[in-house]
């Protein structure tokens, strides 16, 4: 209660901002700016409309689009560094478009100190977007949060509402009661399956390379598909500057090096790559061996058509490999001498293809876009340098497209995707002629979705359809879309959302255990049903300024046809690896939130879930029923050299199955007329209690990072964070011990105190 008074408090004496801008009467600009006496054309100039932020620049051949100008006189300045600035008055008329030819002469200027202030992203969704709760993080806020090694995409995404993340060894996440593998995770707007590395330890995006990443909790639109919770999708960065640039960091666990430039303006690139030296640095210290090791190699290349449109090409490729030989640690040497290769990986290629329209098929503006991928996700488990092979692939080719049109208040966005999906899942074995398993699935998905978004003075609304239909499964599904937006004045906006997202790709894994090691993907068909998930929201958003907000959402989900791994599933047996269930999470998500303009930034997160499933053996919680989860992140900078990052976690236990006895099981031997085990060794089985029916403890830990930026020709930034400040002993697991009298039970703790240090190295 003190939390929600002194936000309301804060609320009532926040200072007043302008008027949203009207939206219904708006009209086109196009043109060109070229040299007064030559005729050149002028690229890279701005064109700015007076008296606000609205603004576009020119392309190479000098010419510009600007739409959403409001009807009536406008001015317009253009300028370019090295050429006298010019301002220009037209006359727009609503639903046309106007053309202009802007001269500018040569001046040479003594430049005077300029502070450029622009709108926040988060400010221009909070006008202008109709999804609810999105979270907007930039890549400088990476390096400001206490990192295990070195920043990582997916640990900041742990730590922001709504998110679960159900113990300290997985990078993976749970939004809003949902499972891990709900969350549909874009790479510059191409999937990826798995994006983990080290069992789930350390996520796959290199983070000189980001550029923002954008987290959808819920309610997004209908171009959104395959996924049943949330969408994160990474933008990578684009380097503005001509010649080569870069950045070369150091941690305790791995290498990187980032490079990028332009090219005559118009094409800019980057790529980078990464690898972990753990197993090579224990070598050096060590007669004993750490055989692990991952790689990442990431590329982007965007270049601007003469005409306006933009081509775009990204490229990952992730590779974890654990090559080991069990005779080294002291075991049998039997099965191809002990080997063990256990790799996995993704691999990504993508091209993208954006083409403005102008004023053509009767808007003010329309653009054209189009992406095609192919998509790679494998893994591999070698015992015995082939003795016995298991294996599983994923290819995902796709292609999505999409027809956006603006005529005065009204956006409308009608969109295809067509995916060919393609799964293997084998288990072989040297001494067997023929495949001891071998599952192949070659389904096709098809959506057509239609988004109609209307910006209103008091209203953004959005409606939208999304149909599906998937092969061999006998399934197609409609999924509906809405959600309103009203300002009550134009700090304070209350939003309503809800809709349905389906998905046909879920990923086998035992959500019992502990640590995340792979994923075996596969498709739904006539023994795997597609999930279905209907969620809606509820909230509000209210600006203390130009850089603070307070949000709070409500938020309700029901499953139905949710598959869930079958632990007793028989391996020789197609058609059994799940069980269906149903289920319904509801809670409440709050954010408060300064952005990263202030000496001071960072957020509070803090949120409430209930989580329940039904199945054959009746109601349980899932092990992301974390209900209280809350999360303190600040980042404060002096305005000197150091900056100082802190985190705070707190959250109630997650639910386990306990162990309830032990049992050791013995033949009966009709020669001495009694029960025994044989010359073996006594193996004790578990008896569980109620499937997730106990908690660990409350979860606690500080996270601590300190940094010194020195500028120059090259700027140096080293680093040292610590995770777990005060060595909190977090409860992991549990072993228990029924053979001593009375019974034992030993926790396992999470990550202990960790230092970790780096530097980065930029130019």
Avoid: C
């Avoid at 790559?273 to 060590?286: E, H, I, M, P």
């Avoid at 933009?310 to 080997?339: E, I, N, P, R, W």
């Avoid at 990263?596 to 209930?610: D, H, K, P, Q, T």
């Avoid at 005060?726 to 019974?743: E, I, K, L, W």
């Amino acid at each position: 209660m003190l939390l929600v008074a002194l936000i309301a408090l804060t609320a009532a004496t926040a200072a007043p901002q302008p008027p949203l801008i009207r939206a219904d009467s708006l009209g086109t600009l196009q043109g060109r700016v070229v040299e007064v006496t030559t005729a050149t054309p002028i690229g890279s100039a701005s064109v700015v409309l007076r008296g606000t932020r609205r603004g576009t620049a020119t392309g190479d051949d000098g010419r510009f689009l600007l739409s959403g100008v409001p009807a009536g006189s406008a001015q317009i300045i253009v300028g370019r560094l090295g050429y006298r600035t010019d301002t220009v008055s037209v006359t727009m008329r609503a639903g046309d478009t106007t053309t202009i030819t802007v001269s500018l002469a040569p001046s040479t200027a003594q430049l005077q100190a300029v502070k450029v202030a622009a709108a926040a992203t988060e400010r221009d969704q909070f006008r202008l977007s109709g999804s609810p709760g999105v979270v907007n993080v930039r890549g400088e806020m990476l390096k400001r949060v206490p990192v295990i090694g070195e920043p990582d995409v997916l640990r900041v995404v742990q730590l922001l509402p709504g998110v679960v993340a159900t113990n300290d060894f997985t990078a993976g996440y749970n939004v809003r009661g949902g499972e891990s593998d709900q969350n549909l995770v874009l790479l510059d707007g191409f999937p990826i399956y798995n994006p983990f590395h080290l069992g789930g330890l350390f996520g796959t995006f290199i983070d000189e390379t980001v550029g923002e990443f954008e987290l959808l909790p819920g309610g997004f639109p209908a171009r959104y598909g395959s996924r049943l919770s949330s969408v994160l999708s990474v933008v990578p960065k684009t380097e503005e500057r001509s010649g080569v640039h870069g950045a070369a960091s150091v941690s305790v666990l791995a290498s990187t090096l980032s490079l990028g430039g332009t090219v005559r303006g118009s094409t800019s690139w980057n790529v980078a790559a990464r690898r972990t030296y753990a197993d090579r640095f224990v070598s050096l210290l060590s007669e004993r061996q750490l055989p692990y090791y991952f790689t990442d190699m990431q590329a982007h290349v965007r270049h601007r058509l003469r005409n306006g449109g933009a081509l775009s090409v990204t490229l990952y490729g992730g590779k974890d490999v654990l090559d080991a030989s069990l005779a080294s640690f002291g075991d049998s040497t039997q099965a191809g001498g002990g080997q063990l290769l256990f790799d996995w990986g993704n691999t990504l290629l993508g091209v993208a293809y954006t083409q403005p329209l102008g004023a053509r098929w009767g808007g003010d503006s329309t653009r054209v876009m189009q992406r095609v991928s192919w998509t790679g996700f494998g893994t591999t488990l070698d015992l015995g340098s082939g003795s016995l092979r298991f294996t599983n692939q994923l290819g995902d080719s796709r292609a999505w497209g999409e027809l956006s049109r603006w005529r005065g208040a009204h956006e409308t966005l009608v969109g295809y995707e067509w995916s060919g999906l393609r799964t293997r899942y084998d288990v072989t074995a040297a001494a067997s002629p023929d495949p001891i398993l071998a599952v192949g699935q070659r389904p096709s998905a098809a959506s057509l979705y239609v988004d109609h978004t209307v910006r209103a003075s008091r209203l953004v609304a959005r409606v939208g359809l999304r149909g599906e239909t998937v092969t061999g499964t006998g399934w197609s599904g409609l999924s509906p879309r809405l959600s309103l937006k009203w300002f009550a004045n134009p700090n304070l906006a209350l939003t309503i959302a809800g809709g349905g997202t389906t998905q046909w790709t879920p990923a086998l894994r035992n959500e019992q255990a502990p640590v995340r090691i792979f994923d075996f993907w596969l498709t739904a068909d006539r023994n795997t049903p597609v999930a279905r998930a209907w969620q809606g929201s509820v909230g509000g958003e209210q600006w203390l300024g130009a850089t603070r907000f307070v949000r709070l959402e409500g938020w309700v989900k029901r499953y139905n046809h949710l598959p869930s791994s079958n632990l007793f599933n028989d391996p020789e047996v197609i058609g059994d690896e799940f069980i269906v269930t149903t289920g319904q999470s509801y809670g409440a998500d709050l954010l408060v939130r300064q952005l990263e303009s202030e000496r001071v930034s960072g957020w509070i997160a803090y949120s409430f879930a209930v989580n329940w499933r039904d199945g054959a053996d009746g109601r349980f919680a899932p092990v992301q029923d974390r209900r209280h989860n809350l999360n303190v992140v600040t980042s404060y900078r002096r305005g000197g050299a150091w900056s100082y990052g802190a985190r705070i976690g707190l959250g109630s236990g997650t639910p386990f199955t306990d162990v309830v006895g032990q049992l050791v099981r013995r033949r009966y031997d009709p020669i001495s007329n009694s029960f025994t085990t044989g010359n073996l060794d006594v193996p004790r089985e578990p008896i569980g209690g109620v499937r997730n029916g106990a908690r660990f403890p409350l979860f606690q830990r500080v996270d601590l990072s300190v940094t010194r930026t020195k500028p120059g020709k090259r700027t140096w930034a080293p680093y040292l964070s610590i995770v777990n400040a005060y060595n909190a002993r977090n409860v992991f697991t549990y072993f228990f011990d029924y053979s001593d009298n009375p019974p034992t039970r030993t926790a396992i703790s999470q990550f202990p105190f960790i230092p970790t240090a780096g530097v980065t190295v930029s130019w």
